[in-house]
């Protein structure tokens, strides 16, 4: 027996369940991004720590300069992608190193005297990743952040501003240059194949029913509408169908949800092969379906209905070969008399049930 606490303590396990989806998602959806900017910082910062030490070789810099470049450039990304993962915001996070990232590199810009050549590879890889992650505001984030650590490095180093690169700089960097903008773009090429692919996949999981594959009644009435304004407009032939498969609920409680969802699929079948291509087939839900027969008039439709009652006598069920199946159809043509397609629908139901009160197994025409 349900009282209101246990009414309340179910809509609020329902919503505790709802918000840890949606953590979900967040959390996974984080992660392909960290998973997408570390491929990105793993081959820049690698192929940077090249010129970078190219450079500074010429600076006589500290030793530990050196190894804060060599964990900069082969230790960080690795740790930065660890940060995002076992963080409970992964995007906050990434977008976190991403200005480290920015700050860090900077301070290199500083360290080499703003060195141009590498300088301009430095801010053109930051650049690219906060363009690609954020937008224009964490570009203009980034940059900004660039600017005043390589301010503050002069400062507190000393470094004489050298704009002009040696040969060796030049070579070094012109590859990354080249190759790293190429590595972004495909990198941003396949998260635009994967996020079309979602897309469609959305599109279809809104569409159409998940067990039949036909349209769900959502988007089967949309098909109505557009072709009940198309035959307002030119007066042509079309009919509707309702289908009702006959002692659906004996066959659930007779052999189990399981074989009746084989039924289901089976009449699904037996409609997309008795068919034409351009006839919208659609689930209502349950055992109910409906067809759209765009120019086709009452007898045609009565014919195929036909075929499909003769290819069920013969259909036999893989889980229950005994058990036969019969549907009632119910039929609409178009009429002018008609004003508004639920009543075009309307006159499909009635001629169902028409169908299930003389006997089911049978195809009725709305009068």
């Not at 082969?74 to 993962?85: G, K, R, Y």
């Not at 915001?89 to 990434?94: A, F, G, W």
């Not at 009632?328 to 008399?337: E, F, L, R």
């Not at 299930?356 to 049978?362: E, I, L, S, Y």
């Amino acid at each position: 027996m349900m009282n209101d606490e246990n009414f309340y303590n179910k809509e609020r396990i329902r919503e505790e369940w709802h918000q840890n989806l949606s953590q979900d998602d967040s959390h996974r959806s984080g992660i392909r991004f960290s998973r997408r900017v570390r491929l990105a910082r793993v081959t820049g910062l690698a192929a940077m720590f090249f010129p970078i030490a190219g450079v500074l070789v010429t600076h006589l810099i500290p030793g530990g300069w050196w190894l804060f470049l060599v964990g900069w450039a082969f230790v960080w990304p690795h740790l930065a992608w660890q940060l995002s993962c076992r963080s409970p915001d992964s995007h906050s996070t990434e977008i976190n190193n991403l200005k480290l990232d920015a700050i860090i590199a900077g301070i290199w810009i500083g360290l080499m005297g703003v060195n141009v050549l590498p300088a301009v590879a430095l801010v053109m890889m930051i650049g690219m990743n906060m363009m690609g992650s954020g937008g224009f505001r964490l570009f203009v984030c980034g940059i900004t952040m660039t600017v005043i650590s390589t301010l503050v490095t002069l400062q507190l180093t000393g470094r004489v501003v050298a704009f002009m690169p040696d040969p060796l700089a030049w070579w070094l960097t012109l590859p990354v240059m080249v190759l790293y903008p190429m590595l972004f773009a495909w990198v941003s090429h396949e998260t635009a194949i994967r996020l079309a692919e979602h897309k469609r996949h959305l599109e279809l999981m809104s569409t159409r029913d998940g067990m039949t594959g036909v349209f769900n009644r959502r988007h089967w009435e949309t098909f109505l509408l557009k072709e009940y304004e198309n035959c307002r407009r030119s007066h042509g032939d079309a009919a509707i169908l309702l289908i009702d498969i006959d002692h659906f609920k004996s066959i659930n409680d007779t052999w189990g949800h399981d074989v009746g969802d084989e039924a289901i699929i089976a009449i699904t079948r037996q409609l997309q092969m008795t068919l034409r291509a351009g006839d919208v087939i659609g689930r209502f839900g349950g055992d109910e379906f409906a067809v759209i027969m765009s120019g086709t008039p009452a007898e045609k439709a009565i014919a195929a209905m036909s075929r499909v009652h003769e290819r069920l006598e013969k259909l036999s069920l893989p889980s229950a070969p005994q058990e036969r199946l019969h549907i009632s159809v119910g039929i609409a043509p178009w009429g002018p008399q008609f004003g508004h397609h639920r009543e075009w629908l309307k006159a499909a139901d009635v001629a169902l049930y028409k169908a299930k009160n003389a006997g089911r197994g049978r195809t009725e025409v709305a009068a």
